[in-house]
Structure formats: C-alpha cells, structure tokens
C-alpha cells in the first residue's frame, strides 16, 4: 500500500484519525503493538522489503538465504600512525595479552576476562547504573547491573561510540558534550581504533577498540558502559536506562594475573 499505514488488522492511521497528534504530524501514533508496513515508492519497494525482510504478506514465498561464508580476515595492521582493532578470534587466550575480551554481570558481581588469562574471571561488587527511570519508577527501584551486553564495549561499541550515537546519550540522560568526552576518553585505556565503526564528529576516526587492562590501571579510567536497568523486585522488567563502570578491583586483579602467567623472560 502506498501514502498511509496500515496495521495488522488492516485499519489505516492517518491525518483523519480521531487523535489529534495524528493530523499535525501526518504520521500514525501507536496506541497498541502492531505490524507496519510503510508507504514507499513503487520503484524502491520490492528492494527496501527485500533488504530487510519486514513484508507482511504471510503468504508471500520466504526468501531463500544462501549458507553463510566468510568475506574476509581482519588483518593486524597500523593506520594513520595507530594500530586497528584484529578479529576476537586473533585475540582470545593469547598468552601474555592484557586486551579485555570479555566483560558481563550478574546483578551481584561484575567479571571481566583478559585474553593472556584464558577463562579466569576478575570480580568485583557490580554497581546501580545511574540514568532516566520509566514511568513513576526511581533509584530504589533499580537493581545492581546485570546482563551481557557489555560484550559491546569490549568491541568499541556501546558507551565507547556514544559521540556517534545521540539518540542513546539521551536515552540514559546523557548530553552532546558528556558523549564527546566519553568517546574520547575511551582512546586512552584501548589498543587501537575499529576500522568499520567510525565516528563522523571525530573526523571518521574509529570507535576506540580493544581495552587494555595496563592503560586501565595506570590512567585510573574505568570503560564506560551504556545499559538497561532492572528492577529489583523479580518479574519487574525493565525500569530505567543509564550509564555505568565496572568495578575498579576487576583490572589490577587480571594485571597481577598476567605478570603471574608470563613466563620467566631470565
């Protein structure tokens, strides 16, 4: 269909529709979860639902996926005076590396893993993201952090590309200024700069990519992570969103692991 929306039972939200918000904005305000399907130019439809497989016909024949390849290798290299982030595969169990491949928590502690340390954990308290809260909720109702999506940060994503993601910053009660200076910051405890994650505002300079737990303890700069809040009643869901640091302890403790596991260069 073109020019309007329609949703899963086939009604149609426009300008003519009893909300008012409706008519100033010529656009369809939700009030219940449905299945859209935009208005788009008859030469670029069958592509766009191509590309991201949003058709709502049911009956349509699916599309057919070939096997998954790999394109290519990410090579270790040096651009512009700085190294590039390597895959996670180059990086994982090498001994005497200090790069953070890992970083999760479970509402109780927070862990994170070095590469030249294999699968030992390094703990600590997990800390109560700070941010915006849902509806009526507050800091009394948020839990300690939880979840793995810190997985992102070790990745040069999440809190370490806020400059390029204003839609986030404000999400948990950030401003323009704090996402520069956190972006920014993040370059002095990485190891090098992602080579496809790019920030425009920084000159397209690469996402600070691959912590470095050495740079971490000498500069005393936590890696700032961006995150969901829980709720600390069970069954509660989600009830803010924020921003967070893991635990400092976490970083001298894998340091002091790694000197341990190098071996004797006598």
Known sequence: MSGRYRDEDGRVAGDTGSDAADGWLDLAVPVHVRVVEYGIAAAVHDTVLADFALEEDVDQPPLQVAAPRTIRKVEPCVRDGRPD????????HHPGSTMVVAMARNGTDFGIQTSGTGDQWFTGPADTPVGLFLGNYGPEDANPDIGDCAIMETAGMGGFAMAAAPAIVRFVGGDVPLALRTTRTMYEITLGEHPAFQVPILEFRGTPTGI????????????????????AVA????????????????FPAALSALAKAVPDLV
């Not at 982030?85 to 994982?92: K, P």
């Not at 069954?235 to 976490?250: F, K, M, R």
């Open 235 to 250: 069954g509660t869901g989600q009830v803010g969103a924020g921003l967070v640091n893991p635990p400092a302890q976490c």
């Open 212 to 231: 470095d737990v050495t740079r971490v303890v000498r500069t005393g700069i936590l890696p700032q992570i961006n995150t969901g809040m829980a709720g």
């Open 85 to 92: 982030a390597v895959g996670v595969e180059s990086v994982l």
